[in-house]
């Protein structure tokens, strides 16, 4: 079993940054990717950013590149989510997950571990 516990959500005006964090715990040896997702009212869950585990190796929904990064510490069992120049569309509930053998990183379907969510509100 893994333990998600996402921080760092909150309310910003357009413009504005937000870094997401998410702490793993448990049994987490062997996940290959983990990734960020969110999910808006009336829209379907997205995959906004993962990381290869191992590797490093990083990709991105393209209504977010260049504007997010995502890292990790593996030392600390950390995921981040570095926001910026948010917008009122990036608004939602956002997730991270871990996947042990996923070959889509930005797909949900692939992922097997799930946080509670925290969410982000941004204003115009």
């Known amino acids: 079993q893994v333990q998600l516990v996402e921080s760092g959500g909150g309310s910003v005006q357009a413009g504005g940054s937000l870094r997401l964090s998410c702490a793993a715990s448990g049994s987490t040896y062997g996940r290959n990717y983990m990734g960020w997702f969110r999910k808006a009212p009336g829209k379907e869950r997205e995959g906004v950013a993962a990381i290869y585990a191992a590797g490093g190796n990083t990709y991105y929904a393209d209504s977010v590149k260049g504007r997010f990064t995502v890292s990790q510490d593996n030392a600390r069992n950390t995921l981040y989510l570095e926001m910026s120049s948010l917008k009122p569309e990036d608004t939602a509930m956002y997730y991270c997950?871990?996947?042990?053998?996923?070959?889509?990183?930005?797909?949900?379907?692939?992922?097997?571990?799930w946080g509670q969510g925290t969410q982000v509100t941004v204003s115009s």
């Open positions: 997950a871990a996947s042990f053998a996923t070959l889509w990183p930005l797909r949900a379907n692939g992922y097997n571990y």
